[in-house]
């Protein structure tokens, strides 16, 4: 299926063949007939994208911020990455469209295949064919709905936010400062909901489309000349009871010529992009005013559990969720409550897409709404895409399921070049991703199928998706007798450890979990100078507070930090002191989100030894992240953040320092394909493995019985 991308780094903008989208649970596959482009929100990310790296960087000095600070921490070769990564990605485009659903996944009752739908989100209702869209971001619509203005559904849902945060009544006045699409649509609503509208824009052509098409009752470009006084008589004297302010700009002049029109204790919604420094006299503090944002489409924005899962807030409680909004918008449009004809002065075909933007950014000819149409007569497939010209193979033949940030940074550019390594394909949840990443890293096609990366082609399997299906992939690799790489954990759930270690035996298959900081060269040399003697043991873990709402932090999706990160600490104390866990107990610090990601962990081993992990989320970023103590025979060494090791013994200390981070990801993707390559052994037991994913699960266990010892 064809979708519209961009390249950050060059600007490049092309419509390509990238594999059907997946379908997830509680989602559904749209055919697109419509999606609209938004001059305001897409428009600036093209202008962006077109600009030279150093404007990149002046438009972006937060993430310019994050980059010397990866710089510090972990050098050159990984920030390059990192920022290669963000610049040669396929940047999917859109976020508004409507059409028909094709396909509908696990959980979903609302919907069925054939059903006329208006869409919304971004990396979601995509500029694309095809579309793949969680069912809180999907509205039903009419049969014989208009399709190309159920396509302002994203848009439409942002405007009825902005009022709904005005919060106006029957009979009041609103300013509506910014008349493009957005401002405009906003207009629209106010009307029919019997609100006195008042619009105001820099450009007069903007303020005479809305006069010409009645959706304002008074219009005025912002230059006019006593055009506070004219709002003032027009609301007989007291002010606008609200403004919203659906501009773009770097100017203070909105939120400031807000403040004077406002009447006294009246609000000020901020919907656009706008800076919010006002002056605080003379109109803000002397009427004290009520300052607003809205929210893009509503409740349960940015809400994983809304938007992802389906989670829905009880209408009791949250009567006007973004689903709802959306929903209310098109029954403004069916009932003909607003017409919106007037706001699509320009249509292109999709394999046109490209023209389009360039009108958006050179501002050739006015516009406003611009629809893009697609064929929906074309037939649908979900072939494997091609990517590289070579169907060589070797000894290991590899695919990839999931290629996120990590899998690009650490894993990919470590596979060995080598005849004796062949490249597969490559399965990721977004056909752009997957796209980029099999040409980047010359593999033979990108997927939408498992059964494509899972065929006799491919013989070892890496697995670098989300941690909630790394048990269900690793279950499917090993019984389609497939080597298996899983990027930490091995799997969520005791239930599936069970049913891996099953599978395991029965193909006799490598398996290897992504523990990358016991192959750092540095680790090596200190275990080298422990040898086997019993060991106490410190590993410290600053590991700084990660928000209540991020994926890692869900125990359905992410598992919480215990499982998806403490369990790399538990095996590097068992690599070092070369014997498995058999007990653990841990305390957690009890916090307001019930995290569990402050605690103490201590660790018994079979030959004696003992470790303790100390993992902290509450301390400071400006402190290394990660410092280990081992004490053992008369010596005692600490490893500081993997870039200094200092070995005590007799005579002076012996110190290794590195300049750049090493964690060991490069050592331990070569290790294990090597392996695989001499003895088709992985180069972390299996035991090894099963032991450190079961005493994480028992530090959770532990921390529920109030640090009672768990034996493994």
């Given at each position: 299926m064809h979708q519209l991308t961009q390249k950050l780094g060059s600007g490049d903008m092309i419509i390509q063949d990238v594999p059907y989208p997946q379908l997830g649970k509680g989602m559904v596959i749209v055919k697109n007939h419509y999606s609209i482009i938004s001059a305001g929100t897409e428009g600036s990310t093209v202008v962006a994208a077109r600009k030279s790296l150093?404007?990149?960087?002046?438009?972006?000095?937060?993430?310019?911020?994050?980059?010397?600070?990866?710089?510090?921490?972990?050098?050159?070769?990984?920030?390059?990455?990192?920022?290669?990564?963000?610049?040669?990605?396929?940047?999917?485009?859109?976020?508004?469209?409507a059409g028909e659903v094709i396909e509908v996944g696990e959980g979903v009752t609302e919907f069925e295949v054939g059903d006329k739908v208006a869409c919304a989100g971004a990396?979601?209702?995509?500029?694309?064919?095809?579309?793949?869209?969680?069912?809180?971001?999907?509205?039903?619509?009419?049969?014989?709905?208009?399709?190309?203005?159920?396509?302002?559904?994203?848009?439409?849902?942002?405007?009825?936010?902005?009022?709904?945060?005005?919060?106006?009544?029957?009979?009041?006045?609103?300013?509506?400062?910014?008349?493009?699409?957005?401002?405009?649509?906003?207009?629209?609503?106010?009307?029919?909901?019997?609100?006195?509208?008042?619009?105001?824009?820099?450009?007069?052509?903007?303020?005479?489309?809305?006069?010409?098409?009645?959706?304002?009752?008074?219009?005025?470009?912002?230059?006019?000349?006593?055009?506070?006084?004219?709002?003032?008589n027009a609301t007989n004297g007291i002010g606008a009871d609200a403004v919203i302010i659906a501009a773009a700009t770097d100017s203070l002049d909105p939120i400031n010529f807000a403040g004077e029109i406002a009447r006294k204790k009246g609000k000020v919604v901020v919907l656009g992009a706008v800076p919010t420094g006002f002056d605080r006299d003379p109109f803000w503090y002397r009427k004290e005013l009520e300052l607003k944002m809205?929210?893009?489409?509503?409740?349960?924005?940015?809400?994983?559990?809304?938007?992802?899962?389906?989670?829905?807030?009880?209408?009791?409680?949250?009567?006007?969720?973004?689903?709802?909004?959306?929903?209310?918008?098109?029954k403004l449009l069916q009932t003909n409550k607003i017409n919106i004809d007037y706001l699509t002065t320009h249509q292109f075909d999709f394999e046109n897409a490209k023209e389009a933007f360039d009108l958006v950014v050179n501002k050739d000819e006015p516009f406003t709404g611009i629809a893009l149409k697609y064929n929906t007569d074309k037939a649908i497939s979900k072939s494997k895409i091609a990517t590289s010209g070579t169907s060589a193979l070797g000894k290991i033949n590899i695919s990839f399921i999931g290629a996120g940030s990590y899998a690009q940074g650490n894993l990919l550019p470590n596979i060995p070049e080598t005849n004796e390594i062949g490249r597969v394909g490559v399965l990721t949840n977004t056909g752009t991703t997957s796209k980029r990443v099999a040409e980047k890293f010359k593999f033979q096609f990108c997927a939408t199928e498992?059964?494509?990366?899972?065929?006799?082609?491919?013989?070892?399997?890496?697995?670098?998706?989300?941690?909630?299906?790394?048990?269900?992939?690793?279950?499917?690799?090993?019984?389609?007798?497939?080597?298996?790489?899983?990027?930490?954990?091995?799997?969520?759930?005791?239930?599936?450890?069970?049913?891996?270690?099953?599978?395991?035996?029965?193909?006799?298959?490598?398996?290897?979990?992504?523990?990358?900081?016991?192959?750092?060269?540095?680790?090596?040399?200190?275990?080298?100078?422990?040898?086997?003697?019993?060991?106490?043991?410190i590993y410290r873990i600053n590991a700084g507070s990660i928000p209540a709402d991020n994926w890692i932090q869900d125990a359905e999706i992410g598992g919480g930090r215990i499982l998806g990160e403490v369990c790399h600490?538990?095996?590097?104390?068992?690599?070092?002191?070369?014997?498995?866990?058999?007990?653990?107990?841990?305390?957690?610090?009890?916090?307001?989100?019930?995290?569990?990601?402050?605690?103490?962990?201590?660790?018994?081993?079979?030959?004696?030894?003992?470790?303790?992990?100390?993992?902290?989320?509450?301390?400071?970023?400006?402190?290394?992240?990660?410092?280990?103590?081992?004490?053992?025979?008369?010596?005692?060494?600490?490893?500081?953040?993997?870039?200094?090791?200092?070995?005590?013994?007799?005579?002076?200390?012996?110190?290794?320092?590195?300049?750049n981070q090493n964690k060991g990801q490069k050592e331990m993707v070569e290790a294990f394909v090597n392996g695989l390559l001499n003895d088709g052994k992985a180069p972390i037991s299996f035991e090894e493995i099963v032991a450190v994913t079961k005493a994480s699960f028992n530090v959770l266990e532990s921390i529920k019985r109030g640090g009672q010892q768990v034996e493994i």
């Open positions: 150093i404007g990149k960087a002046k438009e972006r000095p937060q993430q310019v911020k994050q980059v010397i600070d990866t710089f510090k921490k972990q050098g050159p070769t990984q920030t390059y990455r990192a920022v290669m990564k963000k610049l040669d990605a396929y940047s999917p485009l859109g976020y508004s469209c990396g979601y209702a995509n500029h694309a064919e095809i579309v793949a869209v969680p069912t809180n971001l999907c509205v039903k619509i009419n049969e014989d709905a208009d399709l190309k203005n159920a396509a302002y559904n994203t848009l439409g849902a942002i405007a009825m936010q902005g009022v709904r945060q005005a919060d106006m009544r029957l009979g009041e006045s609103c300013v509506v400062i910014g008349l493009g699409l957005l401002g405009q649509l906003t207009a629209l609503i106010l009307k029919a909901s019997g609100v006195n509208v008042i619009g105001i824009d820099v450009s007069e052509a903007a303020v005479k489309q809305a006069i010409d098409n009645s959706v304002v009752d008074l219009g005025l470009a912002r230059s006019t000349s006593g055009i506070a006084e004219q709002i003032n809205a929210c893009s489409y509503g409740p349960g924005r940015y809400d994983l559990n809304y938007e992802e899962k389906g989670i829905d807030y009880p209408v009791a409680y949250v009567r006007w969720t973004e689903k709802r909004n959306m929903e209310a918008f098109q498992e059964n494509d990366v899972l065929d006799d082609k491919t013989n070892t399997v890496f697995v670098a998706t989300r941690h909630n299906s790394h048990g269900e992939y690793v279950l499917k690799a090993l019984k389609a007798n497939k080597n298996v790489f899983v990027e930490k954990p091995l799997c969520l759930k005791e239930s599936e450890l069970e049913e891996i270690i099953e599978a395991q035996e029965n193909s006799e298959k490598a398996v290897t979990v992504g523990f990358n900081r016991r192959f750092s060269p540095l680790s090596k040399k200190l275990k080298k100078a422990l040898g086997k003697n019993p060991m106490t043991m600490f538990i095996d590097y104390l068992t690599y070092l002191n070369g014997s498995l866990p058999t007990k653990v107990s841990a305390l957690a610090i009890p916090d307001s989100n019930n995290l569990n990601d402050t605690l103490n962990i201590l660790i018994q081993f079979q030959n004696g030894s003992s470790g303790v992990i100390g993992y902290y989320a509450n301390g400071s970023k400006s402190m290394a992240k990660e410092y280990v103590e081992v004490f053992s025979a008369g010596l005692s060494a600490t490893l500081n953040d993997f870039k200094e090791l200092k070995i005590y013994g007799k005579g002076k200390p012996k110190k290794k320092k590195i300049l």
